[in-house]
């Protein structure tokens, strides 16, 4: 079974502080993914990567950045968190040339 | 931007009742997937249409892709409380993955 774990479920920070949210995947997938999901709007894409050290902008990449240090794992990183970063952190990862994305439980990011 | 609309957003239905729900657009999609995701979880795949037409059942769930490839349906029978959670699709585009805002069903035991 592919896994995909995120650290933490539930994150309460204060605005301005940098936010690490990290992801693992223990399948060697090539390509992950950061989406956030918010009620009314869907998922909507903020970054991906195709391979170690390799990122690719998604639809709403302003306020964030990404790192890919190892193949397995895939950080977000929120430089200055604002309060309309509050969100659903969803991550996922898949095969190349795949459709089926594979889920993380997600982490929920409360920006005060 | 290829977008996706679902209806209905939210729906609530009995045990046992029959139920179907849309995903509409005006692109046209290479595939297109439905997943189910649960409270306080991620979404989990549930099937991939590929082609035009074409209609495939899991269990009691029947999903179609419409023939131009610009819509899909999910058709549940009689539903169940566990069938409760997020449906979500998702279209493959250009070398990406758009997803719908989803369908909230909840089915009352």
């Known amino acids: 079974d592919v896994k995909v774990t995120q650290s933490s479920r539930y994150l309460v920070k204060r605005t301005g502080e940098k936010v690490f949210l990290e992801c693992v995947q223990d399948?060697?997938?090539?390509?992950m993914f950061w989406y956030r999901q918010d009620p009314g709007l869907g998922l909507r894409l903020i970054y991906f990567s195709y391979d170690v050290k390799m990122k690719e902008k998604g639809d709403i990449p302003e306020g964030y950045s990404v790192s890919r240090e190892k193949k397995e794992r895939f950080s977000l990183i929120l430089e200055s968190a604002s309060t309309n970063q509050t969100s659903m952190y969803l991550c996922?990862?898949?095969?190349?040339?795949?459709?089926?994305?594979?889920f993380g439980p997600g982490t929920r990011l409360t920006v005060l | 931007t290829q977008l996706l609309e679902q209806s209905p957003q939210f729906l609530s239905i009995q045990e046992g009742e029959n139920l179907t729900v849309y995903c509409n657009s005006s692109s046209v999609f290479s595939s297109l997937q439905w997943y189910r995701q649960e409270p306080g979880e991620g979404p989990v795949l549930l099937v991939t249409v590929v082609t035009g037409g074409e209609v495939k059942k899991l269990k009691r769930l029947t999903f179609q892709f419409g023939d131009a490839r610009k819509d899909s349906s999910l058709h549940i029978t009689a539903a169940q409380p566990g069938d409760t959670g997020l449906y979500l699709c998702?279209?493959?585009?250009?070398?990406?993955?758009?997803f719908g805002a989803g369908t909230r069903l909840t089915v009352k035991p």
């Open positions: 399948m060697d997938h090539e390509n």
């Open positions: 996922a990862s898949s095969l190349p040339a795949t459709r089926t994305q594979y």
């Open positions: 998702a279209g493959e585009g250009n070398n990406d993955m758009r």
